[in-house]
Each structure stands twice: as C-alpha cells, then as structure tokens.
C-alpha cells in the first residue's frame, strides 16, 4: 500500500463520522470513560474494538506479542495501573486467538534471537501444563490448547498484582480470560474458575 494511500483513508474516515456526527471530534476529546482494560495480542489480524463491537472510549488496550503479562514488564505493568487505579475500569480481559504465532513460535526448539526471552514465558506455560498438552496427539489441538492456557497464566498473573488485588477486594474488579478464533470470527469466554486455580498459591501472591 502506497503510504499516501492511508492519509487518505484518514481523510475520508473523518468525513463520514462528521457526517454521522457533527461533533464526533469534540466529544471523543472530552476524555475517555472505558468499561474494559483489554490486554491482547498485537497480531495485525486481531483487532479489539472490532471484535468486542465497542467504540472509541469504551476499552482501554495493551497489546504485545502473545497477550503476556510479566513481572518485569514495565509497559504492562504501568497499563494495569493506570487502567486499574486512575480509569477505574470495571472489567481486565486477557485475550489470546488461535494461530497465534508467538505461541507457535515457543513450541519450536528454534534460537529466536530477541524473542527468546519473552517466548521463554510461554514455554514456562507449557512447562506448567506438561502432562496435559502433551497427551492431545492432534498438533493443531494441542497448539490451540496452548493458546488457552496461556490466557489462563496471564490472567492468574494479573491477579499476583496489588492493583488487581486492591480493586478486587475493593470494588469488584472482574478478570476474564477469553479467546478469539479467527477462523470463525468467534469470541469464547474460557470460564476460568480462578478460585480453584488459585486456592494453594494466593496465600503466596495476596498483597495487603
């Protein structure tokens, strides 16, 4: 695409929202009032207002390779944060989607440069889940299954955090952990019962 090409696009998208609302600008610069913090994947084919069907304002968003959530991550930790503490956003969402290829990549024995660090975190995943990943034959499966596991990691990451915790304790903040199937378009809700999964280690993670 010839770069001149997306001033354009840029041109002609703002025509038609003045069209629909003359005063489209004015309100999106009143300032933003998001419901949702969405922490996804930052492949070009995964977009999260298109899929949530939300509209500028309505979900703050973070996207890195394969939706991670570090420790040491100070881009995503000071998103939780502001996110968290300063837009009081009621609900965090970590979404994954099938074909993802940060998490392909990390079920290859392949030096990946860069990329080796933060691919290690999701080996760790695999690592945690050893035994049930690799007792589903079916590559593809066991792949996706990955994927789904992976938001799960991320999510019980997110709640290792004080923000999380202090927002959780004191206005019910809500994590979800979703997955988006491009080959359908379809947007699945994991049903993660973080209860059970975090029954023997929050006595370790919970903050005062």
């Known amino acids: 695409m ?5 001033f354009e696009n840029n041109k002609a ?8 609302n003359k005063d489209y600008f004015k309100d999106l610069n009143k300032g933003q009032n998001p419901e949702f913090l969405y922490i996804g994947c930052s492949d070009s084919r995964v977009s999260a207002e298109d899929l949530m069907g939300l509209a500028p304002g309505e979900v703050f968003v973070h996207r890195n390779i394969a939706n991670m959530v570090s420790s040491i991550d100070l881009n995503s930790a000071s998103v939780i944060e502001y996110a968290v503490e300063h837009l009081k956003v009621n609900h965090v969402v970590v979404c994954g989607h099938y ?6 990549a990390a079920m290859q024995s392949a030096d990946l440069g860069i990329l080796n660090p933060w ?11 050893k035994d049930e990943l690799n007792a ?3 590559e593809e499966k066991r792949y996706d299954r990955l994927v789904e596991l992976n938001v799960q ?7 290792k955090t004080a923000a999380v915790q202090k927002a959780y304790r004191d206005r019910g903040l809500k994590v979800h952990g979703w997955v988006f199937d491009i080959k359908t378009g379809k947007l699945i809700d994991l049903n993660i019962d973080f209860e059970h999964i975090l029954q023997d280690i929050m006595e370790i993670y919970h903050l005062d």
């Open 153 to 159: 990691e991320q999510c019980v990451n997110l709640i």
């Open 13 to 20: 998208w703002i025509k038609n929202k003045l069209i629909s």
């Open 99 to 104: 074909s993802c290829g940060g998490v392909k």
């Open 2 to 6: 010839n770069l001149s090409k997306v």
């Open 136 to 138: 589903i034959v079916d």
């Open 119 to 129: 691919l290690r975190n999701i080996r760790d995943v695999y690592r945690i889940h």
